[in-house]
């Protein structure tokens, strides 16, 4: 916003020198200014160029959702950059781990905004070839423990790593649970992903390389 200049002399004899041009500009623009005590009413302020904040900076104080920077709702893709731990075996890795048969789980815990929606989980590996599927093939579920009571709740469904064709499951691919809708509560909840192995006839050994997830946000996480 850009507010036309007052002239030099703004009045002279008690008489205006302020052109109606000037006037009209100030209330054009004026109509644009962000009101820091009634809020927008609604109405979305639509700068022309970036609103740069220096000086003191800009602080929201108060507390709770209502006390946070907030966008309009947007997806985001996130690699999950959180140790991965063999379950069966107590491994800790980062990066990629080795999950043997039969059926060795995998474990990988979810660092995602507060208030966000999760949507999806996508999870990534590859099998040593040995030219034949397994007889259950890897696959992965989403859970929530609420650390005030206990509960463990899954999230979405438990998908089976879905290639049937040999050379495309034994390669370096993805899969996803994408059932999810789930609001983010890190003031009670923690979230993780659980990666199953393979089990049963040819099985074998799978390399598991983690997690990337799908959230919408709305509002900054102010602990993050």
């Not at 809020?39 to 979305?44: K, L, Q």
């Not at 660092?111 to 992965?140: C, F």
């Amino acid at each position: 916003m850009t507010l036309p200049l007052i002239p030099a002399t703004p009045a002279t004899d008690d008489v205006s020198t302020i052109s109606a041009t000037t006037v009209n500009g100030w209330r054009a623009a004026i109509a644009k200014a962000i009101d820091g005590v009634g809020g927008s009413g609604g109405v979305a302020s639509t700068p022309a160029t970036v609103i740069d904040i220096a000086g003191a900076g800009l602080k929201i104080s108060g507390s709770g959702a209502a006390a946070r920077l907030q966008y309009a709702s947007s997806i985001e893709t996130r690699t999950v950059r959180s140790f991965l731990l063999n379950n069966d075996t107590g491994e800790v890795k980062v990066g990629s781990m080795l999950l043997g048969t039969p059926a060795e789980q995998g474990m990988q815990y979810l660092l995602l905004p507060d208030d966000s929606v999760l949507t999806s989980v996508t999870t990534y590996h590859d099998r040593t070839n040995t030219g034949t599927l397994p007889a259950n093939r890897a696959q992965l579920s989403v859970w929530k423990k609420d650390i005030t009571t206990g509960t463990i709740t899954q999230l979405g469904t438990t998908t089976v790593d879905p290639n049937a064709n040999v050379a495309a499951y034994e390669a370096y691919h993805g899969f996803s649970v994408s059932t999810i809708a789930e609001t983010i509560d890190n003031e009670t909840c923690v979230y993780y992903v659980i990666f199953d192995g393979e089990s049963g006839a040819n099985a074998s050994s799978t390399t598991w390389h983690g997690c990337r997830a799908t959230f919408a946000v709305t509002s900054q996480d102010k602990a993050q």
